[in-house]
């Protein structure tokens, strides 16, 4: 039997959660069909996925159909969640992406749509609720080849749509326009089909059309569009018929050394770590000692699979197979088994740009705050948890106000902790503005550290990261030394010289020092004459913030695109309040009555043009936004506290890192 590792991704309210429920009901898993707004799904199971009616977790569930075992992963559609998305991306198959037969094409899907395309994930389209009043049939098949792919392919008409007795129904070799859309489609891509099409195109068969489509929907060239309706079940069918037919099985061999991706680490009962993991080669079985992320290693205590709903145990799980893991006390999301995962561990969606201060509305509640939002961040890394170490205050990430209430009414209800939060700010980024060298020698005043080092840092070009790299010989500097080192330069980057992370460099380590292990006459280890790798990770903060603050750094603001669909006789009312909030707005477009107008603008003002637009256009306006790029900020530039010992001041630096450590 084959296995598809299948991603339901959608808009928020598009219905994927209800589609979800409706393919479980057709392949005989449940009896019944949940409801959102009832909280009786079977991937919606936290409390507030319940009362909320969204999905803020992916769930994993599986059912059976023909030859096909399907793993079904259920994700949030709501743009806070994304990071939630982005993880469920790495282990995918194929995809379903889920549009609403009314809204249309909206924002989030035009995001997960370009992120499933750079990936080359396969997608079917499933346009729902076709029952409901307002649906569409060819305005929204327009909008699909407008705004998301010109390579769809609608594989069967919708009749009565905006009833309840709305049905498809499947085309065939008999559908003249359904066949010549077909080929002119797949030609594009297929040599030997145009040549034969432009010869003769009665002598292409129904059948040659249908395996080429399905070979180029498995490699994501083309796109099927099916319509239907997870609430009535129309429609359903074509679209099971599409998964076994149009996206492509599991690969990877079962005989060879284990390697797999951890997607999501949730808590157990007990309190203990479950990650989800897809293997993409080899087997994994219960007693197995695996070694994961970075140099971390576990042994498996408990194995299950998902078969036919829920999980069961098992005593192995094979390539291709999702299944839930225990006994990784370590284990981290995005961590991979066996070297680098089928994907890359890179972010395919913008990094949280938002943050906030979380405090308890008890001060003697700290320390179980800080427990709470630790274990949530082993859930979700991005929320980025810091602690500042000056104020004694927790920080957090966010992608907007929806997940920090989520996250207020979980520490609540989960960890029985009461918090508030503090006023949301954007989060911005450093770049450095030339190259900077700083260097330490061991043994000479003023380094109190028996450690060496000279760093420097690059400029390097937008959206690479950072990257460390090497001009001392290898084996010139012991493995653990270098390992600080180089983790310590990840930390420091955390807080550039205005305290945002520094980011798109390259930073070197050019020279390099350390006194090897000494002993007295007695035997023992005399750390006062050895350097230690609390040396190196003492030392490497001075030396990198001496190079950077060499080099200098800018700031730049996250700057948001955006679509505005106005009336067009508010568009000259609404120009003044783009301009005060530095909106760059382009040409505007008008159809009838419509205006569209897209643009950029800073992430911080995108919350006051939403309060403003729906006065200045009678209540009509609507906007949709997503991440563009960072800008340099013009003017002030915009500072955050620094929450560590603060290495840019030496002598401060040095009189805590002798508090905390008895350091002379």
Sequence with gaps: MRTLNLGILAHVDAGKTSLTERLLYAAGVIAEIGSVDAGS???????????????????????????????????????????????????????????????????????????????????????????RAGAGYQPVLDEIAAKLTPAAVAMGPARRLGTRDAVVNASGPGDEAFTTRLADVLAGNDDALLAAYLDDPATVSYQRLRASLAAQASRGL????????????????????????????????GGRPARGTVFKVERGAAGEKVAYLRVFEGTVRVRDRLRFGRGNAGRVTAISVFDRGPAAACDRLTAGQIGKLRGLADVRIGDTLGGPAAAASRSYFAPPI????????????????????????????LINLRQDDVRQELIVSLYGEVQKEVIQATLASDYGVAAGFRQTTTVCIERPVAAGAAVEVIGQPPNPFLAGVGLRVDPAAPGSGVEFALEIELGALPLAFLKAIRETVSQVLAQGLYGWQVTDCTVTLTSSDYYPRQSHAHGHFDKSMSSTAGDFRNLTPLVLMSALARAGTRVYEPVHRFLLEIPADTFGPLLPLLSRLRAVPRAPLTRGTVCTVEGDIPAARLTELRRQLPGLTRGEGLVESEFGHYQLVTGTRPTRPRSDLNPLDRKEYLLHLTRRTGLR
């Design 354 to 381: 938002l943050e906030t201060v979380v405090v308890p509305d008890r001060p003697a509640d700290k320390g179980a705050l800080h427990l709470a939002l630790s274990q949530l961040a082993e859930q979700d890394p």
């Design 41 to 131: 799904t079977q991937t919606d199971t936290l409390d507030l996925e319940r009362q909320r009616g969204i999905t803020i977790k992916s769930a994993v569930t599986s059912f059976v159909v023909g030859q096909t075992a399907v793993n079904l992963i259920d994700t949030p559609g709501h743009p806070d969640f994304i990071a939630e998305v982005e993880r469920v991306l790495t282990v995918l198959d194929g995809a379903v992406l889920v549009i609403s037969a009314v809204e249309g094409v909206q924002a989030q899907t035009r995001v997960l749509m370009r992120a499933l395309r750079r990936l080359g994930i396969p997608v079917l389209i499933f346009v729902n609720k076709i029952d």
């Design 222 to 253: 083309a796109v099927p569009v099916f319509f239907g309706s997870a609430l009535t079940g129309a429609g359903i069918s074509q679209l099971v018929a599409g998964l076994q037919e149009l996206l492509p099985a599991a690969s990877g061999r």
